[in-house]
């Protein structure tokens, strides 16, 4: 064997030692992106889910603060009423969404009417 086919033939094998190396670092750094994908896209699902109970929490607080508004619309209802009317309501997430089911303002009289008199007012 000459000089140039003994070099060729140690490179050849040092390129091969090589490749298997580098070809493990590959795949280890393609199993660790893969895991960090994962992660990723787990953590994305639940930040949405976190921003989705956020914007529940202020579309309720919302609500709310729309009872005690139409509440002061409603004419026939003494002050104290009306703060009656609204820690019931709010406080209870049934009434609340039976509230605004009401469509005109003499259902919703009736009803704000109902709750405090089942309430002892």
Known sequence: ????????????????????H???ISESLVTSLNKLG????????????????FL?????A?????VADMLE???GLSPMEVVRAAIL?????????????MRTLERKTDFVRCVLNNNGA
């Open 38 to 53: 994962e992660f990723y896209a787990g953590t994305v699902g639940n930040m949405q889910q976190l921003t989705s109970c």
């Open 89 to 101: 309501i709010t406080n209870d997430n049934n009434l609340c969404d039976c509230f605004f089911s």
């Open 22 to 24: 580098n070809d493990d």
């Open 62 to 66: 919302d609500r709310r603060s729309q």
């Open 73 to 75: 619309e409603i004419e």
């Open 1 to 20: 064997m000459n000089q140039s086919e003994a070099s060729a033939s140690r490179g050849g094998r040092r390129g091969g030692k090589k490749a298997t």
């Open 56 to 60: 529940l929490e202020k579309q309720t």
